[in-house]
């Protein structure tokens, strides 16, 4: 691979049966680390009718058995959840880790999910910006008061604090206009989820880019990712069948493989692949559909190789 665009690994979290076992997901994590991916990165529901392994838990499990690889969600329903406790946990990861998490966010969710966490869905913007705002102080001060709309806290500390200075990076997810904003003046970068055209996600970048620049921020010091979820057999319609049945028992058989994934060959893949590269991707997150280290050898070593 000629670039120097990272790949990463979506670690499948979604199961509509059993889902893997302990033993399973930790020799995925070692296969990953040892095979060179950059990431691993995983999903986040509070709510479904099948069973959604709790992102951070994950996270640390992963973080116990590997070395270098960085650890990262994509993304974090941020509003469903305490600030303080986010930043507690996240901080911990990355502290036990050596200094390896980056931590993808956004305002959720499905329009079931607010309501029995105790969040009013119209004031989400503003909870995220002020969540966002108390959590990276308790990353980098002692003492922290705080009193807002949403969150109260006085004279408070959390330790241990990140490893990374000055505090864990923070990417944000999602397709609005405002999220576009606000990535451009907040975040240290965007991920594009598992929805979407090249196309679209280039023109997503340029105004992101523009905001930070109004913002006097430079634009290239963004990180930009995309998550597609992928599949490599030489049968087509077979690779095709397996993302089918995995999208379908977590968004609803609505879900269009053919225009949102990578599938095929490992040829056929990259090309694909590569239309976001050369639209701005600094970071692609591959989705298989199971924690199986043939399914990510095959990645590795057949569409990888093929991206310039």
């Given at each position: 691979?000629?670039?120097?665009?990272?790949?990463?690994?979506?670690?499948?979290?979604?199961?509509?049966?059993?889902?893997?076992?302990?033993?399973?997901?930790?020799?995925?994590?070692?296969?990953?680390?040892?095979?060179?991916y950059d990431s691993l990165w995983v999903i986040d529901r509070l709510f479904h009718n099948i069973n959604i392994i709790d992102p951070m838990t994950l996270m640390a499990c992963a973080a116990a058995v590997?070395?270098?690889?960085?650890?990262?969600?994509?993304?974090?329903?941020?509003?469903?959840?305490?600030?303080?406790?986010?930043?507690?946990?996240?901080?911990?990861?990355?502290?036990?880790?050596?200094?390896?998490?980056?931590l993808g966010i956004s305002l959720g969710g499905r329009d079931n999910e607010y309501e029995p966490m105790g969040v009013d869905v119209k004031r989400r913007v503003s909870r995220f910006t002020e969540g966002l705002e108390a959590m990276r102080r308790l990353w980098n001060e002692d003492g922290v008061t705080h009193h807002g709309r949403f969150f109260d806290?006085?004279?408070?500390?959390?330790?241990?604090?990140?490893?990374?200075?000055?505090?864990?990076?923070?990417?944000?997810?999602?397709?609005?206009?405002?999220?576009?904003?606000?990535?451009?003046?907040?975040?240290?970068?965007?991920?594009?989820?598992?929805t979407g055209n090249a196309e679209g996600y280039g023109q997503a970048l340029?105004?992101?880019?523009?905001?930070?620049?109004?913002?006097?921020?430079?634009?290239?010091?963004?990180?930009?990712?995309?998550?597609m979820y992928c599949y490599v057999d030489d049968d087509r319609e077979r690779a095709k069948s397996e993302l089918e049945n995995f999208t379908h028992a977590y968004y609803g058989p609505?879900?269009?493989?053919?225009?949102?994934?990578?599938?095929?060959?490992?040829?056929?893949?990259?090309?694909?692949?590569?239309?976001?590269?050369?639209?701005?991707?600094?970071?692609?997150?591959?989705?298989?559909?199971?924690?199986?280290?043939?399914?990510?050898e095959r990645i590795w070593n057949e569409i990888v190789p093929r991206l310039r």
């Amino acid at each position: 691979m000629a670039s120097d665009v990272k790949i990463g690994l979506l670690v499948p979290g979604g199961f509509g049966g059993t889902p893997p076992s302990m033993a399973e997901f930790n020799s995925f994590f070692r296969r990953a680390d040892e095979l060179g991916y950059d990431s691993l990165w995983v999903i986040d529901r509070l709510f479904h009718n099948i069973n959604i392994i709790d992102p951070m838990t994950l996270m640390a499990c992963a973080a116990a058995v590997t070395d270098r690889i960085r650890l990262g969600t994509s993304v974090l329903l941020f509003v469903m959840r305490n600030p303080a406790l986010v930043a507690k946990t996240i901080s911990t990861i990355d502290y036990l880790s050596g200094g390896r998490v980056t931590l993808g966010i956004s305002l959720g969710g499905r329009d079931n999910e607010y309501e029995p966490m105790g969040v009013d869905v119209k004031r989400r913007v503003s909870r995220f910006t002020e969540g966002l705002e108390a959590m990276r102080r308790l990353w980098n001060e002692d003492g922290v008061t705080h009193h807002g709309r949403f969150f109260d806290m006085d004279n408070v500390t959390v330790n241990p604090k990140p490893v990374q200075k000055p505090g864990i990076p923070v990417i944000f997810g999602g397709t609005a206009e405002g999220v576009f904003k606000r990535t451009g003046e907040l975040a240290d970068g965007w991920v594009s989820g598992g929805t979407g055209n090249a196309e679209g996600y280039g023109q997503a970048l340029e105004k992101i880019r523009g905001y930070a620049q109004a913002a006097g921020r430079d634009p290239a010091s963004l990180d930009s990712a995309k998550l597609m979820y992928c599949y490599v057999d030489d049968d087509r319609e077979r690779a095709k069948s397996e993302l089918e049945n995995f999208t379908h028992a977590y968004y609803g058989p609505q879900y269009d493989v053919e225009n949102n994934c990578a599938y095929g060959t490992g040829e056929q893949c990259a090309e694909v692949i590569q239309r976001y590269i050369d639209n701005g991707a600094k970071t692609i997150i591959l989705g298989p559909t199971w924690p199986d280290n043939s399914q990510i050898e095959r990645i590795w070593n057949e569409i990888v190789p093929r991206l310039r």
